[in-house]
Nanobody, 128 residues
Framework: QVQLVESGGGLVQAGGSLRLSCVAS????????MGWFRQAPGKERECVAV????????YYVDSVKGRFTISRDNAKNTVYLQMNTLKVEDTAVYYC?????????????????????WGQGTQITVSS
């Protein structure tokens, strides 16, 4: 059982920055691929970023490339999402997720059904 707790959400003006944190209760956090997803009202949940177990590889959805940075601190059991130059369209509930059993042919997945544990979500609202 892995518990994930996100923090850092809030209201920010367009062009501003926020950093999300997600603390995991897992004893073997360094063996877990971690992802950030978001879901805007009326839209499907989408994968925003994924980071490998060691942190040496990352994936970003095209819409956030160059603006968002995912990172992790395995000593603190924490994954971060630094969000810069925020846009109104970034408004959503953001979730961190843990993928305990990544596929052998691909180090990451963007499919939410392949993630095993989820945080409760944190709201990000970007105003114009």
């Amino acid at each position: 059982q892995v518990q994930l707790v996100e923090s850092g959400g809030g209201l920010v003006q367009a062009g501003g920055s926020l950093r999300l944190s997600c603390v995991a209760s897992a004893r073997t956090f360094s063996s877990i691929v971690m992802g950030w997803f978001r879901q805007a009202p009326g839209k499907e949940r989408e994968c925003v970023a994924v980071i490998s177990r060691s942190g040496d590889r990352t994936y970003y959805v095209d819409s956030v490339k160059g603006r968002f940075t995912i990172s992790r601190d395995n000593a603190k059991n924490t994954v971060y999402l630094q969000m810069n130059t925020l846009k109104v369209e970034d408004t959503a509930v953001y979730y961190c997720a843990a993928d305990l059993f990544p596929r052998p042919y691909m180090w990451y997945s963007t499919r939410q059904d392949e993630y095993d544990y989820w945080g409760q979500g944190t709201q990000i609202t970007v105003s114009s």
